[in-house]
């Protein structure tokens, strides 16, 4: 392996450390920053997330009071639960754990979420800040994925980025992100996706390649500029066992990529609690 590797652990420590002071600012004030959660079901993947997500909230100096709702839940119910997290003026943020049972209406439940209280920066109205620019909560994965790229000093500005896959949670929200006029963005940003069929076209002349697809091993050494950095957002799970859209082999032509595990996945962690304690001083200013 010739490529040098991007870690996210480094990163994530960096943005926690500064959660951290945040939180004792906030308590020195007399607030505790808190950060709800709600799970729906009985899926293993998704209560082992909450459990990490209420782990590092205790670590952190937040509290986290917790829902958690019979897989029969209604939408009404489902609702019900969400409204009053909203209404509970000591609840600064709040997380719906995706996915729900089928039979209930995600989107349709987190719209009924405060969307100052969204910090997965998942709501209609925070996607539409972001596209236009203003502040609010921004989507985790994008969001650590642009801090990553800084904190690793890979320039962004002024090259071409290539990202494959489209998806409403990275690949759309991260081409607004990286394309805003910011030195850690300012960015030439296209989007491809597997409904092109020459999408390996885009992909072979991007300076950064941002992979988004879902798609296990998607992408090859074929399908990377050499010398170029490659970033593994998208994945997919076999049981406990992770399948990343780049293959372990591309780092053979790039000149930097992110590990297999821990790469991404960390800094999505860092920025949800970032959008936490974002969320509690906004509250309580």
Same mark, same amino acid.
């Not at 780092?251 to 509690?280: E, Q, S």
């Given at each position: 392996? *010739? #490529?040098?590797?991007?870690?996210? +652990?480094?990163?994530?420590? =960096?943005? /926690?450390?500064? !959660? @951290?002071?945040?939180?004792?600012?906030?308590?020195?004030?007399?607030?505790?920053?808190?950060?709800?959660?709600?799970?729906?079901?009985?899926?293993?993947? *998704? #209560?082992?997330?909450?459990?990490? +997500?209420?782990?590092?909230? =205790?670590? /952190?100096?937040? !509290? @986290?009071?917790?829902?958690?709702?019979?897989?029969?839940?209604?939408?009404?119910?489902?609702?019900?639960?969400?409204?009053?997290?909203?209404?509970?003026?000591?609840?600064?943020?709040?997380?719906?754990?995706?996915?729900?049972?089928?039979? /209930?209406?995600?989107?349709?439940?987190?719209?009924?979420?405060?969307?100052?209280?969204?910090?997965?920066?998942?709501?209609?109205?925070?996607?539409?800040?972001?596209?236009?620019?203003?502040?609010?909560?921004?989507?985790?994965?994008?969001?650590?994925?642009?801090? /990553?790229?800084?904190?690793?000093?890979?320039?962004?500005?002024?090259?071409?980025?290539?990202?494959?896959?489209?998806?409403?949670?990275?690949?759309?929200?991260?081409?607004?992100?990286?394309?805003?006029?910011?030195?850690?963005?300012?960015?030439?940003?296209?989007?491809?996706?597997?409904?092109?069929?020459?999408?390996?076209?885009?992909?072979?002349?991007?300076?950064?390649?941002?992979?988004a697809a879902g798609v296990p091993g998607i992408?090859?050494?074929?399908?990377?500029?050499?010398?170029?950095?490659?970033?593994?957002?998208?994945?997919?799970?076999?049981?406990?066992?992770?399948?990343?859209?780049?293959?372990?082999?591309?780092?053979?032509?790039?000149?930097?990529?992110?590990?297999?595990?821990?790469?991404?996945?960390?800094?999505?962690?860092?920025?949800?609690?970032?959008?936490?304690?974002?969320?509690?001083?906004?509250?309580?200013?």
């Open positions: 392996m *010739s #490529a040098r590797l991007l870690p996210g +652990k480094p990163v994530a420590e =960096a943005v /926690l450390a500064d !959660v @951290s002071t945040r939180v004792a600012a906030l308590k020195a004030k007399g607030v505790t920053p808190a950060l709800a959660t709600v799970l729906v079901g009985d899926d293993d993947a *998704s #209560a082992g997330y909450i459990r990490i +997500k209420q782990k590092q909230a =205790a670590e /952190l100096g937040f !509290v @986290s009071p917790h829902a958690h709702l019979p897989g029969d839940t209604t939408q009404d119910e489902l609702e019900r639960v969400i409204r009053g997290f909203n209404d509970d003026k000591d609840v600064h943020g709040l997380l719906l754990q995706y996915p729900i049972p089928g039979h /209930l209406d995600y989107d349709r439940a987190l719209q009924v979420l405060d969307p100052d209280m969204d910090v997965d920066g998942l709501h209609p109205l925070n996607m539409g800040r972001l596209a236009i620019g203003l502040p609010g909560p921004l989507p985790c994965t994008p969001a650590g994925i642009e801090a /990553l790229l800084a904190f690793h000093d890979i320039p962004v500005s002024g090259r071409e980025v290539v990202i494959l896959g489209r998806g409403a949670t990275l690949g759309r929200p991260l081409a607004m992100l990286l394309a805003q006029k910011r030195p850690t963005a300012n960015a030439a940003v296209t989007v491809v996706h597997t409904g092109v069929p020459d999408w390996a076209r885009y992909t072979q002349r991007a300076d950064i390649l941002i992979a992408i090859q050494p074929e399908h990377v500029k050499p010398g170029a950095v490659v970033v593994g957002g998208g994945v997919r799970y076999e049981g406990r066992r992770i399948l990343p859209d780049v293959d372990e082999s591309c780092a053979d032509v790039a000149g930097a990529i992110t590990p297999r595990v821990g790469g991404v996945g960390p800094t999505t962690v860092a920025m949800l609690f970032r959008n936490a304690v974002a969320a509690a001083e906004r509250a309580t200013a």
